[in-house]
């Protein structure tokens, strides 16, 4: 999801089901995305990337899936656990300066 | 391996005052380090492009006088806000890139510094 102003969306999910975390891009000439799990007062973990040659990636619990056509980035996370609390960001990647562009973020709750 | 630290992890300031902030590669060597800012409930801002041994690149709109960025060594850049206000307290957080990564994922993240000018 996306959010305006200074409310990020919250994701609520039970202990056990699966999460989906959504991410709009703007750039078309991206080429490379990173999902990133952050906690409070703490700097961002990486999570899992992909380019833009690819439509889907897999990690532990984790996959990610790009579709180019409408800039939409996922985050699907297996079997949540407590611990997947945190605000989750995609960040992409345009040129060759290695900066980052972040997303808005969406808060991950996981109800036991 | 790959640990980035930022210290302090908090600071509180007067406001007019000066704050130094460092970020460090612990276990690596790090041509490139990048400066955010992030507002609570907000997403990390880009402020600035900080490179070894040459001036640092700021994003639009963030005043380079006003922060100050050196990056002396490869495992070393600091960030001073200048003349601080209380609408500069934020979390900053640096980023640092593995010295010849080609791959944007070599790219590790510190634990933030808290600022709050009173």
């Known amino acids: 999801g996306e959010s305006v102003g200074l409310h990020l969306p919250t994701l609520s999910v039970q202990e056990g089901d699966n999460s989906i975390i959504n991410c709009a891009y703007s750039?078309?000439?991206?080429?490379?995305f990173i999902w990133y799990k952050q906690e409070s007062g703490k700097g961002p973990q990486f999570i899992i990337d992909i380019r833009s040659n690819m439509d889907k990636r897999q990690g532990q619990r984790v996959t990610v899936l790009l579709n180019k056509t409408v800039k939409h980035l996922s985050l699907q996370i297996a079997a949540t656990q407590p611990g997947d609390s945190a605000v989750y960001f995609c960040?992409?990647?345009?040129?060759?300066?290695?900066?980052?562009?972040f997303g808005t973020g969406t808060r991950l709750q996981v109800t036991l | 391996g790959a640990v980035v630290s930022q210290h302090p992890s908090r600071v509180i300031c007067k406001s007019g005052t000066s704050v130094k902030i460092e970020c460090r590669s612990l276990?690596?060597?790090?041509?490139?380090m990048f400066w955010y800012r992030q507002f609570p409930k907000q997403s990390l801002m880009l402020m600035a492009t900080?490179?070894?041994?040459?001036?640092?690149?700021?994003e639009q709109g963030v005043e380079k006088d006003k922060f100050l960025i050196n990056h002396a060594s490869l495992t070393l850049s600091t960030l001073t806000v200048t003349s601080a206000h209380p609408e500069d307290s934020s979390f900053y957080i640096c980023?640092?890139?593995?010295?010849?990564?080609?791959?944007?994922?070599?790219?590790?993240f510190g634990p933030g510094t808290r600022l709050t000018v009173l």
């Open positions: 276990d690596f060597q790090a041509t490139t």
């Open positions: 960040a992409e990647n345009t040129g060759t300066a290695s900066k980052l562009t």
């Open positions: 980023s640092a890139k593995r010295s010849g990564a080609r791959i944007n994922n070599e790219q590790f």
């Open positions: 900080s490179n070894e041994g040459s001036k640092a690149t700021y």
């Open positions: 750039n078309s000439a991206s080429d490379y």
